[in-house]
């Protein structure tokens, strides 16, 4: 006689991993265009796709979004169909690709706990070359303003590293000469309304107990050092909480793959 196969019937408990497996990454796949959509946007606002602007698109800033955008779509949309579907290879795929995320996180972490130092000296480099290229480069300029304005900094270790842009150096011609930007002031605005963008002119040539009246003193990476310290805490918490988040997606993830086995056999 032929033997029938008992028939294999999904549980609650199943249907709530795929839908909470779909859930999350769709609203991941959003997020990610979202981004997706800042990067283009970013690069559309400063012409960068003219043609006289092309070649240079490689070191846009605005790429970097772009790229995390679409990197963190194309991820999530492939989980979200492969739990809506109940597609195996992309289930595969999706758990590969999030551990392989997994591993380069934690050894990030790793790599840069054990290197601060190093990493200090690159940022160190990478400040100052934000502040050379300040009038040049609407990017870096916007950076560097967020931070002074964020951190209430001025330079990378001292207001006189301002020193190192053309415009700035004392030996300049402009007006500019032997200044700083107005985002060091500590005060930028005239009478609580008007942005006041001469406040930091010929603040190099003050000594210290004059310019902390008119600029901030305290360097920039001495600020995000302190920022860091006073929210290491958040920081870590954060960085374990998107990792338990991806861990989990892995684990219903093979649940589900595990799930859409049985139902062929038993089918």
Same mark, same amino acid.
């Given at each position: 006689?032929?033997?029938i196969r ?40 400063? $012409? ?68 601060? %130092?190093?990493? $200090? ?9 934000a502040m ?24 990378? %270790? ?49 000594? $210290? ?5 008119v600029i ?52």
């Amino acid at each position: 006689p032929t033997r029938i196969r008992p028939h294999y019937s999904y549980s609650l408990m199943d249907y709530f991993l795929k839908y909470f497996l779909f859930l999350c990454n769709l609203l991941f796949t959003v997020l990610g265009l979202v981004v997706l959509g800042l990067g283009i946007w970013g690069l559309a606002s400063k $012409e960068s796709f003219a043609q006289e602007k092309i070649g240079a698109i490689g070191t846009d800033p605005m790429l970097i979004l772009l790229t995390l955008g679409f990197l963190l779509t194309l991820l999530c949309l492939t989980g979200c169909v492969g739990a809506l579907r109940e597609n195996s290879c992309l289930l595969k795929m999706f758990s590969v690709i999030v551990l392989v995320l997994i591993t380069f996180e934690v050894l990030f972490a790793i790599v840069a706990y054990t290197v601060q %130092d190093q990493i $200090e000296g690159y940022l160190r480099s990478g400040m100052l070359a934000a502040m050379a290229g300040y009038q040049d480069d609407l990017d870096l300029r916007f950076i560097t303003d967020e931070i002074q304005l964020g951190l209430q900094c001025c330079g990378v %270790d001292t207001y006189r590293d301002w020193e190192v842009n053309i415009y700035y150096n004392c030996s300049a011609p402009g007006v500019l000469a032997c200044g700083v930007p107005a985002t060091c002031c500590v005060d930028p605005l005239e009478n609580g309304t008007v942005w006041n963008s001469q406040c930091g002119v010929g603040a190099q040539l003050l000594d $210290e107990f004059t310019a902390q009246s008119v600029i901030f003193l305290g360097g920039c990476l001495g600020g995000i050092s302190r920022w860091i310290e006073q929210h290491e805490g958040l920081i870590g918490t954060v960085g374990v909480v998107v990792v338990g988040v991806q861990i989990l997606a892995v684990l219903v993830a093979t649940r589900l793959l595990e799930n859409i086995h049985r139902h062929k056999v038993h089918a």
